[in-house]
């Protein structure tokens, strides 16, 4: 048997070890600066964590272990990565040191409280805290400051209760109440004011062993504070930095603008597209994006992003996934202004237009008539990259429109790769012709190619 760490199974099993590892470095602390009884249901529930982590060390030695972009599934390599340190704190973890307490007498751990400590071994569980978060983050796209974030006060608070343990164990809370949830209400309180460094004063160390406790705790305080600071910071200044350069970006153009004298009204429009570009793609321009990234993986990425547009397109209909990704490389995006022409009638065709975003009106040559709205998935003038025939209509658009564009050259070189494709298309554009004029006949065997 062998997992990989993103198996759902896997997942599922490492979500229920962190459950019962937070669970332990709650309850053991208190249980231990408390000094209640160990009841029989501690003791089952003891027996499961322990049978729960000695499975978890089973599991660590058949996980695939991810190293870049490969998995490890040797198990012999597995076990040397998982030896060590690792290792050691899970087993150490495991140890039933409980058993300790529960077959010596109360007299006995009262007189030697340290073997009240040995139960605190659970505690070593939570080194894998780091690990776990981080495969959910690469998993849920979480933003890396974010996590920080979340693990810091997941941290803080840990942290905060272990204090407030400590300072029972200490006799820093004075009270006359036996209730174990009034002892602890006391000691957080103290913890949170002092960690915050807020110090009401209200509850004071009252000998040597409290007051140098409390230095400690307020050196602690002072570091998390500067901690948080940072990491909100840091944060904001994470998921504004795309807004930063929008602005900066804009700051360029205005000053360009105003050094060149444009007049107001075209500033105006200069501005309106860059509102366009931000609201509709966060200022990225798609191209360049993919540009950046690696050919096969750009192409895959391209034909999710595009695929629901290009196979509504009547040529490209149950096309083979190979032609598809080699179609979606060749669209190249473009912005057309409002009340700006996509397409003239009588000027030549040469390229085809799918909309992605926006309205475009069917127009008749004087603009009159409106034939046909078109919104986003539509195309216009595909019959250009087949036939060397003049546009037919005019198309101008209602709105800001998103479209991509395929160039007949560069579709003709789809055309000469994939023969089979390219007597699709010959079918499918005799069968409009004859729709559209009968009297219009194409020989089955003449080929539509760049020569054509």
Same mark, same amino acid.
């Given at each position: 048997?062998?997992?990989?760490?993103?198996?759902?199974?896997?997942?599922?099993?490492?979500?229920?070890?962190?459950?019962?590892?937070?669970?332990?470095?709650?309850?053991?602390?208190?249980?231990?600066? !408390?000094?209640?009884?160990?009841?029989? /249901?501690?003791?089952? $529930?003891? &027996?499961? %964590?322990?049978?729960?982590? +000695?499975?978890?060390?089973?599991?660590?030695?058949?996980?695939?272990?991810?190293?870049?972009?490969?998995?490890?599934?040797?198990?012999?390599?597995?076990?040397?990565?998982?030896?060590?340190?690792?290792?050691?704190?899970?087993?150490?973890?495991?140890?039933?040191?409980?058993?300790?307490?529960?077959?010596?007498?109360?007299?006995?751990?009262?007189?030697?409280?340290?073997?009240?400590?040995?139960?605190?071994?659970?505690?070593?569980?939570?080194?894998?805290?780091?690990?776990?978060?981080?495969?959910?983050?690469?998993?849920?796209?979480?933003?890396?400051?974010?996590?920080?974030?979340?693990?810091?006060?997941? !941290?803080?608070?840990?942290?905060?209760? /272990?204090?407030?343990? $400590?300072? &029972?164990? %200490?006799?820093?809370?004075? +009270?006359?109440?036996?209730?174990?949830?009034?002892?602890?209400?006391?000691?957080?309180?103290?913890?949170?004011?002092?960690?915050?460094?807020?110090?009401?004063?209200?509850?004071?160390?009252?000998?040597?062993?409290?007051?140098?406790?409390?230095?400690?705790?307020?050196?602690?305080?002072?570091?998390?504070?500067?901690?948080?600071?940072?990491?909100?910071?840091?944060?904001?200044?994470?998921?504004?930095?795309?807004?930063?350069?929008?602005?900066?970006?804009?700051?360029?153009?205005?000053?360009?603008?105003?050094?060149?004298?444009?007049?107001?009204?075209?500033?105006?429009?200069?501005?309106?597209?860059?509102?366009?570009?931000?609201?509709?793609?966060?200022?990225?321009?798609?191209?360049?994006?993919?540009?950046?990234?690696?050919?096969?993986?750009?192409?895959?990425?391209?034909?999710?992003?595009?695929?629901?547009?290009?196979?509504?397109?009547?040529?490209?209909?149950?096309?083979?996934?190979?032609?598809?990704?080699?179609?979606?490389?060749?669209?190249?995006?473009?912005?057309?202004?409002?009340?700006?022409?996509?397409?003239?009638?009588?000027?030549?065709?040469?390229?085809?237009?799918?909309?992605?975003?926006?309205?475009?009106?069917?127009?008749?040559?004087?603009?009159?008539?409106?034939?046909?709205?078109?919104?986003?998935?539509?195309?216009?003038?595909?019959?250009?990259?087949?036939?060397?025939?003049?546009?037919?209509?005019?198309?101008?658009?209602?709105?800001?429109?998103?479209?991509?564009?395929?160039?007949?050259?560069?579709?003709?070189?789809?055309?000469?790769?994939?023969?089979?494709?390219?007597?699709?298309?010959?079918?499918?554009?005799?069968?409009?012709?004859?729709?559209?004029?009968?009297?219009?006949?194409?020989?089955?065997?003449?080929?539509?190619?760049?020569?054509?």
């Amino acid at each position: 048997m062998l997992l990989y760490p993103y198996n759902p199974k896997r997942e599922l099993w490492d979500f229920i070890v962190l459950i019962f590892t937070i669970y332990v470095a709650i309850e053991i602390p208190y249980r231990i600066a !408390l000094g209640y009884s160990f009841d029989s /249901w501690l003791y089952i $529930v003891e &027996i499961i %964590i322990t049978l729960l982590f +000695t499975f978890d060390i089973f599991l660590n030695f058949n996980t695939a272990v991810k190293k870049g972009i490969k998995y490890i599934t040797d198990k012999k390599d597995i076990a040397k990565i998982y030896q060590g340190r690792r290792l050691i704190l899970d087993i150490l973890a495991t140890a039933p040191f409980f058993l300790a307490y529960s077959f010596v007498s109360t007299v006995a751990t009262q007189t030697i409280p340290a073997l009240r400590l040995l139960e605190l071994n659970r505690l070593l569980k939570l080194h894998r805290l780091n690990h776990l978060l981080d495969i959910w983050r690469k998993k849920f796209q979480i933003n890396p400051g974010t996590l920080r974030l979340i693990n810091f006060v997941l !941290l803080l608070a840990l942290v905060s209760h /272990w204090i407030a343990c $400590v300072w &029972i164990m %200490i006799g820093g809370v004075k +009270t006359e109440s036996k209730e174990f949830s009034e002892i602890y209400s006391l000691a957080i309180y103290w913890t949170v004011t002092t960690v915050a460094t807020v110090g009401y004063g209200d509850i004071t160390p009252q000998n040597f062993t409290q007051r140098y406790f409390t230095i400690m705790v307020m050196i602690v305080g002072a570091g998390s504070y500067g901690f948080v600071i940072g990491n909100i910071s840091s944060l904001l200044a994470s998921v504004d930095v795309v807004k930063a350069g929008y602005r900066k970006k804009l700051e360029e153009v205005s000053a360009f603008l105003n050094y060149r004298s444009i007049p107001p009204e075209m500033q105006r429009r200069v501005q309106e597209y860059y509102d366009h570009i931000w609201e509709s793609r966060l200022g990225n321009d798609e191209s360049t994006m993919l540009n950046e990234i690696p050919e096969p993986l750009k192409s895959d990425l391209a034909l999710y992003m595009r695929q629901d547009l290009i196979k509504k397109v009547p040529f490209f209909v149950n096309a083979q996934e190979n032609l598809l990704k080699d179609l979606v490389m060749l669209l190249q995006p473009m912005v057309y202004l409002p009340n700006s022409y996509v397409i003239k009638k009588g000027e030549a065709g040469s390229c085809m237009y799918i909309i992605s975003s926006g309205q475009v009106d069917v127009v008749s040559e004087d603009e009159v008539t409106v034939y046909a709205t078109l919104r986003e998935g539509s195309f216009v003038g595909e019959m250009a990259l087949v036939l060397d025939m003049p546009r037919t209509a005019t198309v101008k658009t209602r709105e800001y429109c998103d479209v991509y564009i395929l160039e007949k050259n560069e579709f003709d070189k789809i055309l000469i790769k994939y023969p089979d494709f390219a007597k699709h298309i010959q079918r499918i554009t005799k069968e409009r012709l004859e729709a559209m004029h009968p009297v219009l006949t194409i020989k089955q065997d003449d080929p539509i190619s760049p020569e054509s």
